[in-house]
């Protein structure tokens, strides 16, 4: 049974930093691993969706990285912005169905 | 035009009644999804609609029935809820069921009294 987790659960850093959000899934027989923010009480926007034939997807200051022998997925943000404060959420998509990590709350602090 | 609507935004009920949430996209999608979504939780699946018929069923209790009338249009019927199934009903599609990008809806918030 496919287990997703992040780390950490929250991350509060200043506006201008650069981070990494982190996502590992326990069945490395993925189809995807998508990325998605959510902001409070809102749905989710699907921001970047890696195939498990590559290893990166790139949208603006986002960056995902997926490395399917360690069972690992990374989001990089560049220049981190007020306006990016969210909890962001990776999930794993096999067997016909997405798997959610709990997702990790970031406050990027003007 | 990559939207999916859902309504209506907030929904309150008792446990006697009978109501339904609605969701539509316009991209052609042909999965479309229902999720649930505890406060500080990931969205869990509850069911998978492709091609306009059911093919996954979360095991979820029969007072939420789902229907897929046509391509663009899912609804959730909602009967003799409980508390406990107080949440944001997420609503998604996808081109199809293999694997692609899902695009959700803004939710439903339920509040079953």
């Known amino acids: 049974k496919q287990e997703v987790t992040q780390i950490p659960a929250a991350l509060s850093v200043p506006e201008g930093e650069n981070l990494v959000l982190n996502c590992s899934f326990t069945?490395?027989?993925?189809?995807?691993l998508q990325w998605f923010r959510q902001d409070p009480g809102k749905g989710l926007t699907s921001l970047l969706l890696i195939q498990s034939s590559q290893r990166e997807q790139t949208s603006g200051r986002l960056n995902a990285s997926l490395d399917k022998s360690s069972g690992r997925s990374t989001l990089y943000i560049a220049a981190s912005q007020p306006g990016d404060s969210a909890t962001y959420l990776c999930?794993?998509?096999?067997?016909?169905?997405?798997?959610f990590g709990q997702g990790t709350t970031l406050q990027v602090k003007p | 035009d990559t939207e999916v609507t859902q309504t209506p935004k907030h929904l309150v009920m008792g446990m006697t009644n009978k109501k339904s949430l609605k969701c539509e996209q316009h991209m052609g999608h042909r999965a479309m999804y229902w999720y649930k979504q505890k406060a500080k939780k990931p969205p869990e699946l509850m069911f998978v609609?492709?091609?306009?018929?059911?093919?996954i069923n979360e095991s979820v209790p029969s007072r939420f029935s789902p229907e897929c009338p046509n391509s663009s249009l899912l609804n959730l019927h909602l009967h003799a809820l409980q508390p406990e199934d107080s949440a944001l009903y997420l609503c998604?599609?996808?081109?199809?069921?293999?694997?692609?990008?899902?695009?959700f809806g803004p939710g439903t918030r339920l509040l079953v009294l």
């Open positions: 069945d490395s027989a993925i189809y995807n």
């Open positions: 999930a794993a998509h096999n067997t016909g169905k997405l798997i």
């Open positions: 998604a599609s996808s081109q199809d069921e293999d694997f692609r990008t899902q695009y």
């Open positions: 609609y492709s091609y306009e018929k059911l093919s």
